[in-house]
């Protein structure tokens, strides 16, 4: 079993770039699938991104592309979210998920973390 654990959040301006990192506590993720997911306030938990244990094909909310990157680190036991030219539409609780399978945590299955606050405000 392994514990999803998030960091990097904060207030940011418009703009800015902030990479969110995921770290494996009490495990490893070398055989999951690790994903990031968001809920703003008085929203629903949406999909961000994920990155399948092979680090092959990774997947995008479609209107995220070209802004965020999701990458792993296995040697690092650590999953990074690379968010650029931020916008305070992507304020949100930014949570860190871990699976068998992408469709797995997709589904809201799997290993969850407590979340870290992203804020972009001006």
């Known amino acids: 079993q392994v514990q999803p654990l998030e960091s990097g959040g904060g207030l940011v301006q418009p703009g800015d770039s902030l990479r969110l990192s995921c770290v494996a506590s009490g495990g490893t993720f070398s055989n999951y699938a690790v994903g990031w997911f968001r809920q703003a306030p008085d929203s629903d938990r949406e999909f961000v991104a994920a990155i399948p244990a092979d680090s092959g094909r990774t997947y995008y909310e479609d209107s995220l592309k070209g802004r965020f990157t999701i990458s792993r680190d296995d040697a690092k036991n650590t999953v990074y979210l690379q968010m650029n030219n931020l916008k305070p539409e992507d304020t949100a609780v930014y949570y860190c998920?871990?699976?068998?399978?992408?469709?797995?945590?997709?589904?809201?299955?799997?290993?969850w973390g407590q979340g870290t606050q992203v804020t972009v405000s001006s």
């Open positions: 998920a871990a699976g068998i399978a992408v469709t797995t945590i997709y589904h809201g299955e799997g290993f």
